[in-house]
């Protein structure tokens, strides 16, 4: 299970930028996929998900109203649509798979299981003027 995320690049405070998540060896409309980032010395944090159909999504507070996580299972990608870019949103975004279960797990507060999460390499975003 290979995922990729892409997209990433330097924006001005105020930009948008996309990423995008595709996956090789298999397919990624059977599962649940989530956007996390990592800062310079955080942890990481997640940023959104998205379920299996796509019909049920989760933004963290910080990003509510600015990130739009969608699917095109056709074409086998996700997408995260970021607006209103800040330069605290700066980091490391990786895009993961997993059950819909550990959807529900993440939309309660909670992280996805280690063992049935499967992590993409990131792609790094900077905002900054």
């Known amino acids: 299970v290979q995922l990729q995320a892409s997209g990433g690049g330097l924006v001005q405070p105020g930009g948008s930028l996309g990423l995008s998540c595709a996956a090789s060896?298999?397919?990624?409309?059977?599962?649940?996929i989530g956007w996390f980032r990592q800062a310079a010395a955080k942890e990481r944090e997640g940023v959104s998900s998205?379920?299996?159909?796509?019909?049920?999504?989760y933004y963290a507070d910080s990003v509510k109203g600015r990130f739009t996580i969608s699917r095109d299972n056709a074409k086998g990608s996700v997408y995260l649509q970021m607006n209103n870019l800040k330069p605290e949103d700066t980091a490391v975004y990786y895009c993961?798979?997993?059950?819909?279960?550990?959807?529900?797990?993440?939309?309660?507060?909670?992280?996805?299981?280690?063992?049935?999460?499967?992590w993409g390499q990131g792609t790094l975003v900077t905002v900054s003027s």
């Open positions: 060896a298999f397919s990624l409309d059977d599962y649940a």
């Open positions: 993961a798979a997993f059950s819909d279960y550990d959807w529900f797990l993440i939309a309660s507060g909670g992280k996805p299981r280690d063992n049935h999460t499967y």
């Open positions: 998205i379920s299996t159909s796509g019909g049920s999504t």
